[in-house]
């Protein structure tokens, strides 16, 4: 139930790493967000010739070898990832949710078939088919992308949501459910799927950083975000020969990444902790 939910999140919000995860969130969401109106275009290059310069009062994070400002370009590359991060998840989500649910609340047939189906998908790496997906594009579109990560990351989540219906249709208020006649609409918008979404919660947290670690490892290999649309990967990819003579074109970069997924790792670490009823 709602309640529940919310009580999760207030259990959650008492442990540590789930304030300092959140507070690093919000952050970093205010800035992607706010950030770009304030600095410098992230594509423009002022000076080519001068090449990267190194961290100053004009350029507080140095610029890279076309002389863009690295600062503008790590905030914008925040906004792409997170909000390819975001949108993927949702999809993941969406789809693992549904299908986890009809497979867990039916049974029967209906749960063996799209269970052998999920195993069949888990089976195969989920990096093999993003690469055999994403080599067929020379300029990969940023909804395409969303699209490829989101429908391919359900799976798990689809055994997880199965798992916990088929937990919770032993529990007596779903047994008094079905015995009023409770519809099955009703049954798994209104009873089953409030009741699931805490574990649900976490693997969103969770998911958000593996995608934000799969689109910039796709974007490194030069598959994920194509230039001059700045993104984290990206600019990592791109500072590799200048690694000895101007590392911090690719550090703040690596550092955007490292603390991103630091920081919705630990407010899922906080969300499972207050799963644990020990924490109640």
Do not use: C
């Not at 990267?52 to 990832?81: E, F, I, W």
């Not at 799927?193 to 995608?211: R, S």
Request: hydrophobic share 55%.
């Amino acid at each position: 139930m709602i309640g529940s939910l919310a009580g999760l999140l207030r259990r959650a919000w008492r442990h540590p790493s789930g304030r300092i995860g959140t507070a690093i969130l919000l952050i970093l969401v205010l800035t992607a967000v706010i950030g770009p109106a304030f600095l410098a275009d992230p594509v423009v290059m002022p000076d080519v010739v001068a090449g990267a310069t190194p961290p100053s009062a004009a350029h507080p994070l140095g610029t890279d070898h076309l002389n863009r400002d690295v600062l503008s370009r790590v905030v914008n590359g925040a906004r792409v990832s997170l909000t390819v991060a975001a949108l993927a998840v949702l999809l993941a989500l969406t789809a693992g949710a549904a299908v986890g649910l009809i497979a867990g609340y039916f049974g029967g047939w209906i749960d063996a078939l799209l269970m052998r189906v999920v195993d069949a998908a888990l089976a195969i790496p989920r990096l093999f088919v993003l690469l055999l997906l994403l080599v067929v594009w020379e300029r990969i579109p940023l909804y395409a992308l969303v699209l490829v990560l989101g429908t391919t990351g359900w799976f798990a989540t689809s055994r997880l949501v199965r798992g916990e219906v088929l937990r919770l249709k032993q529990e007596p208020f779903v047994t008094a459910a079905i015995a009023i006649g409770t519809g099955s609409w009703r049954m798994i918008t209104r009873h089953l799927l409030p009741n699931a979404a805490g574990p649900v919660l976490v693997a969103a947290t969770l998911g958000v950083g593996d995608v934000i670690l799969l689109e910039s490892g796709l974007s490194f290999l030069g598959l994920g975000i194509q230039p001059p649309t700045p993104s984290w990967g990206g600019m990592v990819l791109d500072a590799r020969p200048l690694l000895l003579s101007a590392p911090w074109t690719a550090i703040f970069p690596g550092a955007a990444i490292v603390v991103t997924v630091l920081a919705v790792n630990l407010v899922g670490d906080a969300l499972s902790a207050a799963l644990d009823p020990r924490s109640a």
